[in-house]
């Protein structure tokens, strides 16, 4: 079954700092681009960042430009996103998703998401 699994959020003050793991099973990522996602209470899922399958080029939404950093160790088969100075309008459901190659802005050209994880930037 192919599956992906998001681990590492939680509540953490402002200016903290989270790592989220994004971890295949079933299918290898390295053909594959992935994408974070967020969804907070009432808002549309938005895209916040990304990384190719195999130069491996970042991009990353302008609110988290310098904030946070996605990477990908293919040997581990998981992709991480490092979001450092958090700040409470980061607060929402983090997703990846996985599609091949290339990175997308759009979220329904993504073939695999996974169930999300719970960041909350709350003093």
């Known amino acids: 079954q192919l599956q992906l699994v998001e681990s590492g959020g939680g509540l953490v003050q402002p200016g903290g700092s989270l790592r989220l793991s994004c971890a295949a099973s079933g299918f290898t990522l390295d053909y594959y681009a992935i994408g974070w996602f967020r969804q907070a209470p009432g808002k549309e899922r938005e895209g916040v960042s990304c990384i190719t399958s195999s130069s491996g080029s970042t991009n990353y939404a302008d609110s988290v430009k310098g904030r946070f950093t996605i990477s990908r160790d293919n040997a581990k088969n998981t992709v991480y996103l490092q979001m450092n100075s958090l700040k409470p309008e980061d607060t929402a459901v983090y997703y990846c998703?996985?599609?091949?190659?290339?990175?997308?802005?759009?979220?329904?050209?993504?073939?695999?998401w996974g169930q999300g994880t719970q960041v909350t930037v709350s003093s």
């Open positions: 998703a996985a599609r091949l190659t290339l990175c997308s802005d759009y979220v329904g050209e993504y073939d695999y």
